[in-house]
């Protein structure tokens, strides 16, 4: 076969002709069939006949993760709820009082009871996805659930003295 109509292959032609395998501009083997083994052995046929560079072997250390008491992961919840604002008030659903409890299971997963401002709430549609997505993406919790309820109905009385004054209510 001439290099004319070794170029007239398709990649996968033109690796199963040649035999053997190949390796990609990274130094990874590859089967001969595959379009990977075809353009690389291209490539260094143009160059120079050599083998393929072997990496060296990495140690790789596997160590366990931190284990947190279920104080500290309810903290760290916490910090992320406080990053969910009600969209018509400047107040973070935490300090608003919107969160009834935050309940850490032993396999790490979280339930956390919340309510709204009010049953007919505008937000009731997004704020409790957005409080379960916050909660979930904390590195220590397995998995999140919101359960809503509105018993007690919400109050201005469960809000943060920070949240009061930042409303004007002290």
Not at 30 to 46: C, D, F, I, Q, T
Not at 65 to 91: F, G, M, N, R
Request: aromatic share 4%.
């Amino acid at each position: 076969m001439t290099k004319q109509e070794s170029s007239e292959l398709d990649p996968v032609e033109a690796a199963a002709s040649d035999g053997g395998s190949g390796s990609t501009p990274s130094g990874h083997l590859v089967e001969a069939s595959s379009a990977l083994a075809a353009s690389s052995k291209k490539k260094s046929k143009a160059k120079t006949k050599s083998k393929a560079k072997k990496l060296p072997k990495t140690k790789v250390k596997v160590t366990q993760p931190s284990v947190l008491t279920d104080k500290q992961i309810e903290e760290e919840v916490i910090e992320a709820i406080k990053t969910v604002y009600d969209p018509e008030i400047p107040v973070n659903v935490y300090d608003l009082g919107l969160i009834y409890g935050i309940q850490v299971n032993p396999d790490r997963t979280v339930v956390i009871s919340m309510t709204l401002t009010t049953p007919n709430c505008p937000a009731a549609g997004f704020l409790p996805g957005q409080v379960e997505m916050r909660v979930r993406h904390v590195p220590s919790v397995e998995d999140a659930r919101v359960d809503i309820t509105f018993e007690p109905p919400f109050t201005p009385d469960m809000m943060s003295d920070e949240a009061k004054l930042e409303l004007g209510f002290l």
